[in-house]
């Protein structure tokens, strides 16, 4: 999906966007607001004005990917079948021009061409226990830390909710660095323990049957620490140093992939208040577990704008992954229809309980081969409700008519999720800036791999060319 790059702007271009990104955010607000499980209860088609119904009604999945989405599938041309009204193309033209982009600036190499579920940029010690994506991640995330390292002079990577240590093993282990991991799970600190000394192993075994490899440094295993990092206060074991530096105070670089809510945060403070900190790279996720208030905002700038408030419902949609989603309407595959399978699930429930709205509903297995009746049976047991209900066949049959309808409102709200990110991580890029530090954000990953795929690297120190060294995939 096309964007706006964070790098192509100064800080009065970055304080101008978060103004546009507020005013766009606060016109739309009732589509994000919706929950797409209310779609029959809220009658949520007709919220939308009436030009966009008719542009939108009948439309199949492949062709709102194409059309609304933006995303055509490969060599597909976007022809649209109506002109279509001036409000909604440029509610499309909106959402693309304001969103940071998601492509890399760079040409990434098919690693997983050969084999799509083996990276070959990672030796074969590496990839045990890791899924591709996660090989993409840990090796995207773990060379651009390297870089930055060498960059800053820093002595010491810490890896904060380092979960399983895939991400510390590679740097400590393939890429030389001296790693403390720390997580606040007890039981994945152990897993991270136990993984380190397979790989140690495997990497032992691998020397002996090729005696031309030699290891020309000590290997250093990451040092793994259990302790949970307040957002709201400095943690002092973040920032002890492995190792007593030969001159001077340790030089930290601070490392989290998709640091979970308030965890991101938690980097940024501890980036801006700590001397020893001279080096950040964050990717975060899961937003609408930031703490409201005091995850966001965190800039002046964006705390003093009118509708900069983001709603728990915002944040959530903001982690939606778009191309993911881009590609399931380009297949226009029946696991569509969950959806609006789940729509009409919530007409009933509010009919036998009116009170209960939007319960948690557990995974229903292969809801695409059940008919609706059969579904809400099953949901209507998962919520605690008597599966024997006696249910409006037809009721639910015109509920299911209006599949397209549901696709077409969720994709809308999808459309939009990106403004969301983008001004969070712009609220964090202006937090930085006002406290006289550099940042920038750069997409690391693959968006069709990780969604989440905008690392936000800080340093203490111009930037300047290393961007480009940072951004360039090596051969």
């Not at 098919?110 to 591709?132: D, G, I, Y």
Request: proline share 7%.
């Amino acid at each position: 999906m096309p964007g706006i790059s964070a790098r192509g702007l100064s800080h009065e271009g970055r304080k101008q966007l978060a103004v546009n990104l507020t005013r766009v955010l606060a016109l739309y607000r009732s589509i994000l607001d919706a929950y797409i499980i209310e779609f029959f209860t809220d009658n949520l088609w007709d919220t939308l004005p009436c030009s966009w119904q008719e542009a939108l009604d009948g439309l199949k999945p492949p062709q709102l990917a194409t059309m609304l989405l933006g995303m055509p599938g490969e060599g597909e041309v976007v022809r649209y079948r109506s002109v279509w009204p001036l409000t909604l193309l440029a509610l499309k033209s909106t959402a693309c021009a304001l969103a940071f982009t998601r492509t890399p600036g760079f040409q990434t190499p098919s690693e997983f061409l050969e084999n799509p579920s083996q990276s070959s940029r990672l030796t074969a010690p590496f990839r045990k226990h890791v899924r591709p994506k996660k090989q993409h991640e840990i090796r995207r995330l773990g060379e651009l830390v390297k870089k930055l390292s060498d960059f800053t002079g820093c002595t010491q990577v810490v890896d904060v909710g380092s979960g399983q240590g895939h991400l510390s093993r590679f740097m400590a282990l393939g890429l030389g660095l001296m790693v403390k991991s720390i997580d606040g799970d007890q039981r994945l600190v152990e897993r991270a323990q136990h993984l380190d000394q397979e790989l140690l192993q495997a990497l032992e075994k691998e020397e002996k049957r090729n005696p031309q490899v030699v290891q020309t440094s000590p290997r250093h295993s990451p040092h793994h620490v259990v302790r949970w990092v307040d957002p709201t206060a400095l943690c002092e074991e973040l920032l002890l140093p492995l190792e007593n530096p030969c001159q001077g105070r340790a030089r930290l670089l601070l490392t989290g992939l998709h640091a979970c809510g308030d965890l991101s945060v938690a980097l940024l403070r501890h980036f801006s208040c700590c001397p020893e900190v001279v080096a950040l790279a964050s990717v975060g996720c899961c937003y609408m577990k930031l703490s409201d208030p005091g995850g966001y905002p965190l800039s002046q700038w964006v705390a003093g704008l009118p509708g900069y408030e983001l709603p728990y419902r915002l944040r959530e949609g903001a982690c939606h992954a778009l191309e993911e989603y881009a590609e399931r309407l380009q297949k226009a595959g029946p696991g569509l229809r969950t959806h609006c399978y789940r729509a009409a699930l919530e007409t009933v429930i509010r009919r036998a309980r009116p009170e209960l709205h939007r319960p948690g509903v557990q995974g229903i297995p292969r809801v695409h081969e059940l008919k609706i009746e059969e579904y809400v049976q099953q949901g209507l047991q998962r919520v605690g409700l008597d599966p024997q209900l006696p249910l409006n066949l037809a009721a639910l049959q015109a509920h299911l008519a209006q599949e397209n309808r549901v696709v077409a409102f969720f994709s809308l709200a999808l459309l939009l999720a990106p403004l969301v990110e983008t001004l969070i991580l712009l609220d964090r890029l202006l937090y930085l800036q006002e406290q006289g530090f550099h940042a920038e954000l750069l997409p690391i990953f693959s968006p069709q791999l990780s969604p989440r795929n905008l690392v936000l690297v800080a340093t203490k120190m111009p930037l300047g060319q290393a961007l480009s060294v940072l951004e360039t995939e090596d051969s």
